[in-house]
């Protein structure tokens, strides 16, 4: 195709190019890039400015009928500067240069014209969608536009997965993106095994991520040591030979890490691909005298799986549930403590050695936060991470507390004549009833078992994420995470009620507190929320919150606003009234039908979502 220069006086732009890209027309795309026509979609890609501009730079003599004069933008060519017409236009670019035959004609155009390629198809598509989710927070008049853009740009990067011919094809897919550094930093994406499928979990593209080939390169890569390259043959694997498996895994836990310690970590088996070689050929080649081989000799002998046994993920895996089990075990034992003598204060192992795990949980927490800190903007921000750091620090906190507080106490009982900390405790009488520690308003003491307590629960909602890799359980817990969003959506609303009516209500009814004789010889309970006859809820802000709060759970009961007569009470009767109709009808009903229409949708693809769910296991 020869190129036809631009004939004089004719004023051109670029709206019949993006009628092209609309109609997903290829062939009138590529012959509009062929002839220069551009498409400035710069106003809602910010951060691709700087790399037109050093392409344009660089190859203006490589193609010279991309020339500057011939590109024009839609936008400059209106008259009129609203800004509803400015949002409107760069919607408009931005939907033609999302669209698949323009992706597909820019890319042929910029590789025909020997243009070093900074983007391909794919990159494009997820990087078009990344900026639509952006798009339907900030631009919200446009929202449902930005949503079918975001849906296609996915559609496009799905069938683009589905030509690949085998699983080696679909992981090059997989691991390549050329638009990383816009998402993560450079010393965190090289270390990422699958970054365009992080990127995918991360913008919540269920579709991509639940492909088939996605999944199988991912549990190819999940059942296979990082050494030998060996599967697990878990998927053919009968139940009673999985149990088997998980059950020398635990038993053998301390010798495998022990010999992975020992052998694997000084080799630094990850970053010297030497290590793989030398496994592979004297485990299965033909010289296994040789020198390499001798200096890797556990590679021969019957320990060999042992010392590869961290290489696999999914033993890692296993691992850490295991561990985790471990250490819940031994928060219960410091809570239950069934090692003590009776009215005694003794320190046991467990009370040494959940601090010291506790400690080194903390800091490995640290560093995955310390990396995550690393990565870019709110795609990777990860609330698990800080729950659990939050749950170890608990933990710790409830152990120092515990431990600080019985010596605080006791060296106090004892009027200050003992310092040593054996002697303190040994001398501390726990059969007496009024001891300080007992004091839940003072005692440190009574803090540290709170922590530890909640730090209990923590753990244990903990283990329901490891849960998602088995399909019944996962939908259960995906359900629980999506009603509760329903649920905190809903709560705000009850917040707003909550305080209007608590404070109209007690400045109502604070005017009436005098005039019922009965009333002043009631006293109402501050330590738990009880209705009494005929007692004025309403005199304080503290009773008139808890009487509104609880009543969402017991609804009616008239008689809180108490006996006095007049105005004020029928006023605050009848607001009252319409309290509970909005607690009751409207916002118990409302929470109701949002739970349902969430589960009918998670249950109507719940194959995918489960696929999802499991993958972010998987990856992480």
């Given amino acids: ?53 050093r392409r344009a730079s660089v190859y203006q003599g490589i193609c010279p009928q991309k020339e500057k004069k011939w590109t024009f933008n839609l936008i400059q060519n209106r008259s009129n500067h609203d800004e509803q017409n400015d949002s409107l236009n760069n919607f408009k670019n931005f939907r033609a240069t999302s669209k698949p035959a323009y992706l597909i004609a820019d890319f042929k155009y910029n590789w025909e014209c020997g243009k070093q390629l900074i983007t391909d198809p794919i990159t494009e598509a997820f990087h078009n969608a990344h900026l639509a989710q952006l798009c ?28 690949c011919k085998n699983t080696e094809e679909a992981s090059l897919i997989l691991q390549n993106d050329l638009k990383m550094s816009h998402y993560f930093k450079p010393e965190v994406a090289s270390k990422m095994p699958f970054a365009r499928l992080q990127l995918a979990v991360a913008d919540n593209h269920h579709d991509f991520v639940a492909h088939d080939f996605c999944q199988q390169v991912l549990r190819n890569c999940w059942l296979k040591s990082d050494v030998t390259g060996e599967l697990i043959p878990w998927a053919n694997t009968n139940l009673v030979d999985k149990l088997l498996y998980l059950l020398l895994s635990f038993i053998y836990l301390p010798i495998n ?83 003590d ?28 936060l310390l990396t995550e800190k690393k990565t870019k903007g709110e795609i ?19 152990m120092i507390l515990r431990g600080v507080g019985f010596y605080i106490e006791c060296w106090r009982y004892l009027n200050h004549t003992e310092t040593e900390m054996f002697t303190v405790f040994n001398r501390c009488d726990l059969n007496d009833r009024h001891h300080p520690f007992l004091d839940k308003f003072r005692s440190p003491v009574v803090f540290g078992y709170s922590f530890l307590g909640i730090g209990m629960v923590i753990g ?48 109502i009814m604070e005017l009436t507190k005098h005039q019922c004789k009965e009333e002043e010889n009631k006293t109402l309970l501050h ?28 609804p009616g009961h008239p008689e809180v606003v108490g006996c006095s007569q007049g105005i004020p009470r029928y006023v605050a009767m009848m607001m009252w009234l319409i309290y509970q109709c909005i607690v009751v009808f409207i916002l118990t009903n409302l929470m109701i039908a949002m739970m349902n229409s969430t589960l009918s949708n998670i249950h109507l693809d719940r194959v995918k979502q489960w696929k999802f769910a499991r993958t972010g296991v998987w990856l992480k």
């Fill in 460 to 507: 244990a909602l903990k283990i329901l994420h490891w849960s998602m890799l088995m399909h019944n359980v996962c939908i259960v817990i995906i359900s629980i995470k999506s009603v509760f969003k329903d649920i905190l959506r809903v709560g705000l609303a009850f917040g707003f009620f909550l305080l209007s009516f608590s404070s109209g209500m007690k400045y």
């Fill in 341 to 368: 003598d009776p009215l005694v204060i003794d320190t046991d192992a467990y009370d040494i050695i959940l601090p010291v795990v506790t400690v080194a949980y903390i800091i490995v927490d640290i560093q995955e």
């Fill in 1 to 53: 195709m020869k190129k036809k220069l631009k004939p004089r006086g004719i004023r051109c732009n670029n709206q019949a190019m993006i009628r092209a890209c609309e109609k997903d027309n290829f062939e009138m795309v590529y012959i509009f890039l062929y002839y220069g026509f551009f498409i400035d979609d710069i106003e809602l890609k910010p951060c691709t400015l700087l790399e037109k501009q």
């Fill in 136 to 163: 339907q927070k900030n631009i919200v008049e446009y929202k449902s536009k930005f949503e079918d853009v975001e849906m296609e740009s996915m559609t496009f990067a799905v069938k683009m997965l589905d030509l």
């Fill in 380 to 398: 990777m921000t990860k609330l698990s991470m800080f729950c659990s750091l939050f749950f170890h620090t608990l933990i710790l906190l409830g």
């Fill in 257 to 339: 890490a022990l010999l992975f310690i020992a052998y694997c970590i000084p080799y630094d088996y990850k970053r010297q691909p030497g290590f793989e070689y030398v496994a592979r050929d004297c485990k299965y080649g033909n010289d296994p005298e040789s020198d390499s081989c001798k200096k890797h000799s556990c590679v021969t002998s019957f320990l060999w799986p042992s010392y590869l046994f961290f290489t696999v993920p999914f033993n890692r895996f296993i691992a850490s549930i295991i561990v985790h089990i471990i250490y819940m075990i031994l928060i219960a034992l410091v809570v239950v403590n069934p090692s």
């Fill in 527 to 554: 330590e738990a929320w009880s209705i009494e006859q005929s007692v004025n809820q309403f005199s304080t802000f503290r009773t008139a919150f808890k009487v509104s709060l609880w009543s969402i759970f017991d």
